[in-house]
């Protein structure tokens, strides 16, 4: 059935998606062009970046001005609906990516952000963002503090960097501060207008109507409500008349020129010479908005923001109203069948996620079948959510899974060597000079954020605190200092991004997650009184006791400390701790912890047992526009688990290669830093011919990346306080290693290095490609990962990908296919490192995946044993759904298994190793990649199949008794 064919209410599964970054320079256009490729790709559904209206010039569409109106700079309605024509033509859908939680602001582009800024507390607006209006610093008071400035609020004024404008057409003043519009509250415009001034004499004659209407229209303005008086009655007539007067002002100037002349006196009178700049002060002083340095918003911002990024302000989703005003375009796209799915941005920022997808689900049922009600979960939902490898995922949450980091992670995890970990930690602890611990690192780096870019939320959380012990005689001893540090330590010591605590009852999780934090924050704490954490546990747990707070004021307090742990816990983990920390970089990936050092196929065979159990549809990934490196730049890096000897000789050697003496004055690379720039380079050093065309690019491209981890790191650079001299010497040693005249003899030494262990690294990235292909679960690939991708941290990772490259030889492929596929395979071995390899593997698989929907998204997962030397290298699994079979089969820790100078296994490596089978599992199979057919022996009452003959030609596998094709 087309899938424009299908009942509205009915779930769509993808077979699997294919992740798209849309931008001014890929649009709805571009993509329309590549359905035919992906399609024969084998992919069954597009997941789109988000698309509606961004911030002009936005690389990834994540800061939304409107929800309502798709993005000018990707397309227009017809280029939307004729992407959506050619995906239906190829039978196939459409994944979005929506962001509920916070919209784009600054600039002059959010009209709803506009409204607030005009109006404060009586804007129509004002409910949908999350600000407090009432906040301790009363000079604040239904003010909104916009950290947007960038020096202090008196030496902008004075190098005249404030400008007030005057729209004639609208009848509208703003200030503006670069491309950033702040309008002027309606009822401060006599202030500018000032029809009493005596210049005005100069232009008109006193009984000049013009001049009275003028005058009139001036006390008009003066005598609005004030943005204060926020009665259902103000707020009306407030709406209703200012809009009236200006759009009298409009006329007036359009048909008196004299008067828009005075106006534009006024304007220029008001932004006169910097000494004299008292007007256009005492102006924004009345306003709804308070003008402010970019640094004090970690200390005084009163609006909550995505993470701390100023520019992104939260939405008060849970609201009914602001709920239909900001999904009402994208429920539509559902309803007419446009949109098959969702991917749910940042869903841990929300205040009360779970009735968030409930009600997401609701709409999605009541705009299409009323009488597909019962279904749980009608529309395919997954969320952006990082789930601790000791967390589950509430089974009772109306989604199909996440987006899926802990499934890269434990994949990531099977090809370490577990056994290097402590020959890896020596290492690395010599080589940096001390020993690094990373429970430490995480704890410090939490703290460090909440003193410095979410301090803001912290303090507001200790005031609702302390308004709570104030109503108890046992508690109102706790003095707001000591909440504050408790409450610090208690998020510092939080084991999971959050809780989900929604109502009076509290799910055991929650409780056990809360329970750990307070005791930790107990144990790690220096205050004299120990009670308070004691306090703050009953608080979080909804423990009343005497106290005359009720229990929904609890829940109100629990709800927004839930939701500040979680960007405290990814400012300290993802982009601090992470940063820090480089033991081994490839288990320092979004959803992973470089604290588990590897994982067995045990592990790995239970997680899919229990995804196949409970999120069967799950979406899978190992590359996103996320991660910290590429599924490929992993699987290399992972490699050094297998050496870790050859590797610690080898960085001590390059140390002392690469070391320069220099005067105590001048900076040079920390040993940290420089550790982490060899595993860059192991992890993403190009493939073939090394010209210095192409070592300029990567080198600029690691130069980059470095700089941005050490400004991340936060130990000698940072954001917020660059260190310039740091930060040249960090460029510097970049530009000496990479140099394409080897004037040191550290490139050569390297290459050789990395050649020695780049077959294993390549063999890695297959391995797991093939896992993500066939595990249970929604297979996503990102943009251009079909390929070879080596790629870091973004923006590296949102690179353009040259989609007309890979359909050739997609063509190629498939031609070569159809005639010898025993030379086909060989030739792609020998010539691995062009990325053939994979872009066959993938295609090859997911055509199969898509014939045989059912065996994959529905059917059994069943772990298979291997008996023999090579065991523990191989990773086997059935897939079964009645009679049909699929059987996967791959290697992994190939270091000690592989010719690297063929990229073949040594031909007698696998022959006293066998796979058992199930007994009712078919004898005779075919490999879908070589079409190598296989008879299993019976040996002792056992099914067995040599592995000698299963990688016969291919060192991959996927057995079948079905046909492949």
Same mark, same amino acid.
């Given at each position: 059935?087309?899938?424009?064919?299908?009942?509205?209410?009915?779930?769509?599964?993808?077979?699997?998606?294919?992740?798209?970054?849309?931008?001014?320079?890929?649009?709805?256009?571009?993509?329309?062009?590549?359905?035919?490729?992906?399609?024969?790709?084998?992919?069954?559904?597009?997941?789109?970046?988000?698309?509606?209206?961004?911030?002009?010039?936005?690389?990834?569409?994540?800061?939304?001005?409107?929800?309502?109106?798709?993005?000018?700079?990707?397309?227009?309605?017809?280029?939307?609906?004729?992407?959506?024509?050619?995906?239906?033509?190829?039978?196939?859908?459409?994944?979005?990516?929506?962001?509920?939680?916070?919209?784009?602001?600054?600039?002059?582009?959010?009209?709803?952000?506009?409204?607030?800024?005009?109006?404060?507390?009586?804007?129509?607006?004002?409910?949908?963002?999350?600000?407090?209006?009432?906040?301790?610093?009363?000079?604040?008071?239904?003010?909104?503090?916009?950290?947007?400035?960038?020096?202090?609020?008196?030496?902008?004024?004075?190098?005249?960097?404030?400008?007030?404008?005057?729209?004639?057409?609208?009848?509208?003043?703003?200030?503006?501060?670069?491309?950033?519009?702040?309008?002027?509250?309606?009822?401060?415009?006599?202030?500018?207008?000032?029809?009493?001034?005596?210049?005005?004499?100069?232009?008109?004659?006193?009984?000049?109507?013009?001049?009275?209407?003028?005058?009139?229209?001036?006390?008009?303005?003066?005598?609005?409500?004030?943005?204060?008086?926020?009665?259902?009655?103000?707020?009306?007539?407030?709406?209703?008349?200012?809009?009236?007067?200006?759009?009298?002002?409009?006329?007036?100037?359009?048909?008196?020129?004299?008067?828009?002349?005075?106006? +534009?006196?006024?304007?220029?009178? %008001?932004? @006169?010479?910097?000494? /004299? =700049?008292?007007?256009?002060? #005492?102006? &924004?002083?009345?306003?709804?908005?308070?003008?402010?340095?970019?640094?004090?918003?970690?200390?005084?911002?009163?609006?909550?923001?995505?993470?701390?990024?100023?520019?992104?302000?939260?939405?008060?989703?849970?609201?009914?109203?602001?709920?239909?005003?900001?999904?009402?375009?994208?429920?539509?796209?559902?309803?007419?069948?446009?949109?098959?799915?969702?991917?749910?941005?940042?869903?841990?920022?929300?205040?009360?996620?779970?009735?968030?997808?409930? +009600?997401?689900?609701?709409?999605? %049922?009541? @705009?299409?079948?009323? /009488? =597909?009600?019962?279904?749980? #979960?009608? &529309?395919?939902?997954?969320?952006?959510?990082?789930?601790?490898?000791?967390?589950?995922?509430?089974?009772?949450?109306?989604?199909?899974?996440?987006?899926?980091?802990?499934?890269?992670?434990?994949?990531?995890?099977?090809?370490?060597?577990?056994?290097?970990?402590?020959?890896?930690?020596?290492?690395?602890?010599?080589?940096?000079?001390?020993?690094?611990?990373?429970?430490?690192?995480?704890?410090?780096?939490?703290?460090?954020?909440?003193?410095?870019?979410?301090?803001?939320?912290?303090?507001?959380?200790?005031?609702?605190?302390?308004?709570?012990?104030?109503?108890?005689?046992?508690?109102?001893?706790?003095?707001?200092?000591?909440?504050?540090?408790?409450?610090?330590?208690?998020?510092?010591?939080?084991?999971?991004?959050?809780?989900?605590?929604?109502?009076?009852?509290?799910?055991?999780?929650?409780?056990?997650?809360?329970?750990?934090?307070?005791?930790?924050?107990?144990?790690?704490?220096?205050?004299?009184?120990?009670?308070?954490?004691?306090?703050?546990?009953?608080?979080?747990?909804?423990?009343?006791?005497?106290?005359?707070?009720?229990?929904?004021?609890?829940?109100?307090?629990?709800?927004?400390?839930?939701?500040?742990?979680?960007?405290?816990?990814?400012?300290?983990?993802?982009?601090?701790?992470?940063?820090?920390?480089?033991?081994?970089?490839?288990?320092?990936?979004?959803?992973?912890?470089?604290r588990h050092f590897g994982n067995s196929s045990n592990a790995f065979h239970h997680f899919n047992q229990?995804?196949?159990?409970?999120?069967?549809?799950?979406?899978?990934?190992?590359?996103?526009?996320?991660?910290?490196?590429?599924?490929?730049?992993?699987?290399?890096?992972?490699?050094?688990?297998?050496?870790?000897?050859?590797?610690h000789e080898a960085v001590f050697r390059w140390h002392r290669i690469n070391r320069i003496r220099k005067?105590?004055?001048?900076?040079?690379?920390?040993?940290?830093?420089?550790?982490?720039?060899?595993?860059?380079?192991?992890?993403?050093?190009?493939?073939?011919?090394?010209?210095?065309?192409?070592?300029?690019?990567?080198?600029?491209?690691?130069?980059?990346?470095?700089?941005?981890?050490?400004?991340?790191?936060?130990?000698?650079?940072?954001?917020?306080?660059?260190?310039?001299?740091?930060?040249?010497?960090?460029?510097?040693?970049?530009?000496?290693?990479?140099?394409?005249?080897?004037?040191?003899?550290?490139?050569?030494?390297?290459?050789?290095?990395?050649?020695?262990?780049?077959?294993?690294?390549?063999?890695?990235?297959?391995?797991?490609?093939?896992?993500?292909?066939?595990?249970?679960?929604?297979?996503?690939?990102?943009?251009?990962?079909?390929?070879?991708?080596?790629?870091?941290?973004?923006?590296?990772?949102?690179?353009?990908?040259?989609?007309?490259?890979?359909?050739?030889?997609?063509?190629?492929?498939?031609?070569?296919?159809?005639?010898?596929?025993?030379?086909?395979?060989?030739?792609?071995?020998?010539?691995?490192?062009?990325?053939?390899?994979?872009?066959?593997?993938?295609?090859?698989?997911?055509?199969?995946?898509?014939?045989?929907?059912?065996?994959?998204?529905?059917?059994?997962?069943?772990?298979?044993?291997?008996?023999?030397?090579?065991?523990?290298?191989?990773?086997?699994?059935?897939?079964?759904?009645?009679?049909?079979?699929?059987?996967?089969?791959?290697?992994?820790?190939?270091?000690?298994?592989?010719?690297?100078?063929?990229?073949?296994?040594?031909?007698?490596?696998?022959?006293?190793?066998?796979?058992?089978?199930?007994?009712?599992?078919?004898?005779?199979?075919?490999?879908?990649?070589?079409?190598?057919?296989?008879?299993?022996?019976?040996?002792?009452?056992?099914?067995?199949?040599?592995?000698?003959?299963?990688?016969?030609?291919?060192?991959?596998?996927?057995?079948?008794?079905?046909?492949?094709?």
């Amino acid at each position: 059935m087309a899938l424009s064919d299908k009942p509205k209410a009915e779930t769509v599964i993808p077979d699997s998606t294919y992740r798209l970054q849309l931008n001014k320079h890929f649009n709805f256009e571009q993509v329309a062009s590549c359905i035919p490729y992906l399609h024969r790709l084998g992919i069954s559904h597009c997941y789109l970046s988000p698309f509606l209206k961004a911030r002009p010039g936005s690389s990834h569409g994540y800061d939304i001005v409107d929800h309502n109106t798709l993005n000018p700079e990707i397309g227009e309605t017809e280029d939307f609906d004729t992407l959506i024509s050619r995906l239906q033509q190829h039978g196939m859908g459409l994944i979005a990516d929506i962001v509920p939680n916070h919209m784009g602001i600054m600039g002059a582009d959010n009209d709803w952000w506009l409204d607030v800024l005009e109006n404060g507390p009586s804007s129509a607006h004002a409910s949908f963002f999350d600000i407090d209006w009432h906040p301790v610093k009363k000079v604040l008071e239904n003010k909104i503090l916009i950290p947007v400035l960038g020096d202090h609020y008196g030496n902008i004024l004075e190098k005249q960097e404030l400008k007030l404008s005057f729209d004639s057409e609208r009848g509208e003043f703003s200030v503006y501060y670069y491309e950033h519009r702040f309008p002027i509250d309606p009822q401060t415009y006599p202030l500018i207008l000032s029809s009493q001034h005596q210049r005005l004499h100069e232009y008109f004659e006193a009984d000049d109507p013009v001049l009275h209407e003028y005058q009139t229209l001036d006390n008009s303005f003066g005598k609005l409500p004030a943005y204060t008086e926020i009665t259902p009655e103000s707020i009306d007539e407030r709406t209703r008349d200012k809009e009236v007067f200006k759009k009298q002002l409009a006329r007036l100037c359009l048909e008196n020129a004299r008067l828009t002349l005075f106006i +534009r006196s006024r304007i220029t009178e %008001i932004n @006169r010479h910097p000494e /004299d =700049c008292g007007e256009l002060h #005492a102006l &924004l002083e009345r306003q709804a908005y308070r003008l402010a340095y970019w640094h004090v918003a970690g200390d005084e911002i009163n609006y909550r923001r995505f993470f701390d990024i100023n520019d992104l302000a939260g939405l008060r989703v849970e609201d009914a109203e602001v709920f239909d005003a900001s999904h009402r375009l994208v429920l539509s796209l559902v309803e007419q069948g446009k949109i098959q799915g969702l991917r749910i941005d940042h869903a841990d920022g929300l205040h009360n996620p779970v009735a968030y997808y409930r +009600r997401l689900q609701s709409e999605n %049922i009541s @705009r299409s079948d009323k /009488d =597909c009600a019962s279904k749980i #979960a009608p &529309l395919y939902i997954v969320a952006e959510k990082i789930v601790a490898n000791y967390e589950y995922l509430n089974s009772d949450w109306p989604i199909h899974g996440t987006t899926g980091y802990e499934f890269a992670a434990i994949v990531n995890g099977l090809f370490i060597d577990m056994t290097a970990e402590k020959a890896l930690t020596r290492t690395y602890t010599r080589f940096v000079g001390h020993k690094r611990d990373f429970d430490e690192i995480l704890y410090q780096a939490k703290k460090h954020v909440m003193e410095t870019s979410l301090a803001s939320e912290l303090n507001m959380l200790a005031i609702q605190l302390s308004r709570i012990a104030e109503a108890n005689a046992k508690t109102r001893d706790y003095t707001l200092n000591a909440l504050h540090d408790a409450l610090k330590e208690t998020v510092s010591c939080f084991p999971v991004y959050r809780t989900y605590i929604n109502s009076l009852n509290v799910r055991k999780e929650d409780s056990q997650y809360i329970d750990w934090a307070v005791q930790q924050g107990r144990q790690r704490s220096r205050a004299s009184d120990l009670t308070i954490f004691g306090f703050i546990h009953d608080v979080l747990l909804l423990k009343t006791g005497d106290s005359t707070v009720s229990s929904n004021d609890l829940l109100k307090f629990v709800m927004r400390f839930q939701q500040y742990t979680a960007p405290v816990m990814a400012k300290g983990t993802e982009d601090t701790a992470l940063y820090e920390y480089n033991r081994l970089v490839s288990l320092n990936e979004v959803g992973s912890d470089p604290r588990h050092f590897g994982n067995s196929s045990n592990a790995f065979h239970h997680f899919n047992q229990e995804r196949a159990r409970k999120w069967p549809h799950s979406l899978l990934c190992l590359s996103s526009h996320d991660t910290k490196r590429s599924a490929d730049t992993r699987a290399r890096i992972n490699v050094l688990s297998e050496i870790p000897q050859q590797w610690h000789e080898a960085v001590f050697r390059w140390h002392r290669i690469n070391r320069i003496r220099k005067d105590k004055s001048e900076a040079v690379i920390a040993r940290n830093d420089e550790y982490l720039f060899y595993q860059t380079l192991v992890g993403t050093f190009p493939l073939g011919e090394l010209n210095a065309s192409n070592l300029s690019a990567y080198r600029e491209r690691v130069e980059n990346y470095m700089l941005k981890a050490v400004r991340e790191a936060k130990q000698l650079t940072s954001w917020t306080n660059p260190n310039t001299d740091y930060e040249q010497a960090v460029s510097l040693f970049v530009k000496r290693c990479l140099n394409e005249t080897h004037t040191t003899p550290f490139l050569p030494d390297f290459l050789e290095f990395e050649h020695n262990i780049r077959p294993a690294g390549l063999f890695n990235a297959l391995s797991q490609t093939l896992l993500l292909l066939t595990s249970p679960g929604v297979p996503d690939i990102y943009q251009g990962n079909e390929n070879w991708r080596f790629s870091l941290v973004d923006p590296d990772n949102r690179r353009p990908v040259d989609f007309n490259h890979n359909d050739i030889i997609l063509s190629e492929l498939d031609n070569q296919t159809s005639q010898d596929r025993a030379d086909l395979l060989k030739t792609l071995l020998e010539t691995i490192e062009d990325g053939r390899i994979k872009l066959f593997v993938i295609a090859q698989t997911l055509r199969f995946r898509r014939r045989y929907s059912d065996l994959f998204q529905n059917g059994d997962y069943i772990k298979l044993d291997c008996s023999g030397t090579q065991a523990e290298h191989t990773v086997a699994y059935a897939r079964k759904a009645q009679d049909r079979w699929a059987l996967i089969i791959l290697p992994r820790l190939t270091t000690s298994l592989l010719d690297n100078d063929t990229y073949h296994f040594r031909p007698e490596i696998w022959q006293d190793t066998a796979l058992t089978l199930p007994q009712e599992s078919p004898l005779k199979l075919c490999d879908i990649f070589s079409r190598n057919a296989l008879t299993a022996k019976d040996v002792n009452g056992n099914r067995l199949l040599n592995l000698g003959e299963v990688f016969e030609y291919f060192p991959f596998a996927l057995l079948t008794n079905l046909a492949p094709d």
